[in-house]
């Protein structure tokens, strides 16, 4: 396999659920990084992870709970969510925080999340 | 904060013609990055090319060029020679860094703008 990958591509979950997204990356990369896209916003930043160590959380709500076990993988844990959470959830990595040229990001194909 | 901008909801050329698709930004910083990404509708975001804030020449990365106006702040992306496969949504992100050139790792992205290539 070869670039970001996520997993799964599509999930559907009721508001009492508790599911997880996995992001991998393939590049040898150190910063990961979790976005939202939601339908007509632009894409907002959730959590940036460098070199395991989260060095970002933009104000995102409890309910989302980030997890770095190495520098090759990214999980996002989904507890009790709200319809509002449905959107396209992507995964970035780049190669760390360095100087510029960098920190040029890699994006996976996404998560398609719905919540019912 | 920083800003991006995109006023064109969405654009449409021929095939075989050039366009540019237009980017403004809002920083005070003086170091930072601007990318361009194209997200097609399955959804992945690719990273079609960059310009730092500090390099001279306009990037280029084979079919795409990014216009660069410091001053004006704008780093518009033209597509030359389109392509069917070029009908997607564009982005145009920023990023910014510390005095040292560190990047804080935030990208800020504008709303984008629908290209579609017609035959």
């Known amino acids: 396999e070869t670039g970001v990958t996520q997993t799964p591509r599509h999930l559907v979950m009721g508001m009492t659920n508790k599911k997880s997204l996995k992001c991998e990356q393939h590049?040898?990369?150190?910063?990961m990084y979790w976005y939202k896209q939601s339908a007509k916003k632009p894409l907002e930043l959730m959590f940036v992870y460098n070199f395991k160590e989260q060095t970002e959380n933009n104000s995102v709500p409890s309910r989302f709970s980030p997890e770095c076990p190495n520098s090759s993988h990214l999980f996002l844990h989904l507890h009790t969510l709200q319809p509002e959470d449905s959107a396209l959830y992507l995964c970035a990595s780049s190669q760390d925080l360095g100087r510029a040229g960098t920190d040029t990001q890699y994006f996976g194909p996404g998560t398609r999340l719905t919540v019912l | 904060a920083q800003k991006i901008t995109q006023t064109q909801p969405g654009m449409f050329v021929q095939e075989k013609e050039a366009v540019t698709l237009d980017c403004t930004y809002d920083t005070s910083d003086q170091s930072y990055g601007l990318f361009w990404y194209k997200q097609p509708s399955s959804g992945e975001m690719i990273f079609l090319i960059y310009q730092g804030s500090y390099d001279e020449q306009n990037a280029t990365e084979g079919r795409y060029s990014l216009n660069f106006q410091k001053a004006r702040k704008s780093a518009n992306l033209v597509i030359s020679a389109s392509q069917l496969g070029d009908s997607a949504m564009y982005f145009c992100?920023?990023?910014?860094?510390?005095?040292?050139?560190?990047?804080?790792?935030?990208?800020?992205f504008g709303q984008g703008t629908i290209l579609t290539v017609h035959p």
């Open positions: 590049l040898g990369h150190n910063a």
């Open positions: 992100a920023m990023s910014l860094s510390d005095a040292g050139g560190t990047s804080y790792g935030k990208l800020t």
